[in-house]
T-cell receptor
Framework: EADIYQTPRYLVIGTGKKITLECSQT?????MYWYQQDPGMELHLIHY???????EKGDLSSESTVSRIRTEHFPLTLESARPSHTSQYLC????????????????FGAGSRLTVL | DAKTTQPTSMDCAEGRAANLPCNHS???????VYWYRQIHSQGPQYIIH???NNETNEMASLIITEDRKSSTLILPHATLRDTAVYYC???????????FGRGTSLIVHP
């Protein structure tokens, strides 16, 4: 049973539309992440958060923005979608605490596959 | 976090052991080795992690060399459902952010 939920799973929209990808987790994890992945390619970190009101940009530059108003919620927004934004977006979370305990294990959602026409 | 090197692809016969290698020669003392796998285009799934001792769980075994510069993930009896991309990452936790490489595409054939 998934403890981290992403919606929508699939989205096809036209250029110029504003979209928000939702990500929610029920594990009380402080850290949350957004990765972007094209088919057959590696995951690229685009945003992360250490906790409420904390957001940072990742290694891959992205025109998307994120917010973290509640611990369990980490939505990603594209103000004006373009075909170059077509990709899969994966949300993940991890806890704090000692590494040996497994607190730093990432739990991923099922992903949101975005197609911009 | 230290970088890792994995073969691009491997294949294995169903029922046989799959041994997936990973080099992490620049690993530091407080970095753990983690393995994840990604089936088709689903979100990656955690498999196992370890610091220096060998580890085993219901999914796999992790063998880490004594100098910790490499490790091997072992799937003891591979099934067709184990066909996936396997990622090895090293990560010290805390405020450090885990990054993924290309991983190894494992194909299990009948």
């Amino acid at each position: 049973e998934a403890d981290i939920y992403q919606t929508p799973r699939y989205l096809v929209i036209g250029t110029g539309k504003k979209i928000t990808l939702e990500c929610s987790q029920t594990m009380g994890h402080d850290k949350m992440y957004w990765y972007q992945q094209d088919p057959g390619m590696e995951l690229h970190l685009i945003h992360y958060s250490y906790g409420v009101n904390s957001t940072e940009k990742g290694d891959l530059s992205s025109e998307s923005t994120v917010s973290r108003i509640r611990t369990e919620h980490f939505p990603l927004t594209l103000e004006s979608a373009r075909p170059s934004h077509t990709s899969q977006y994966l949300c993940a979370s991890s806890g704090t605490g000692g590494t040996a305990s497994g607190a730093n294990v990432l739990t991923f959602g099922a992903g949101s596959r975005l197609t911009v026409l | 976090d230290a970088k890792t090197t994995q073969p691009t692809s491997m294949d294995c016969a169903e029922g046989r052991a799959a041994n997936l290698p990973c080099n992490h020669s620049t690993i530091s003392g407080n970095e753990y080795v983690y393995w994840y796998r990604q089936i088709h285009s689903q979100g990656p799934q955690y498999i196992i992690h370890g610091l220096k001792n060998n580890e085993t769980n219901e999914m796999a075994s992790l063998i880490i060399t004594e100098d910790r510069k490499s490790s091997t993930l072992i799937l003891p009896h591979a099934t067709l459902r184990d066909t996936a991309v396997y990622y090895c990452i090293v990560h010290r936790g805390g405020s450090y952010i885990p990054t993924f490489g290309r991983g190894t595409s494992l194909i299990v054939h009948p």
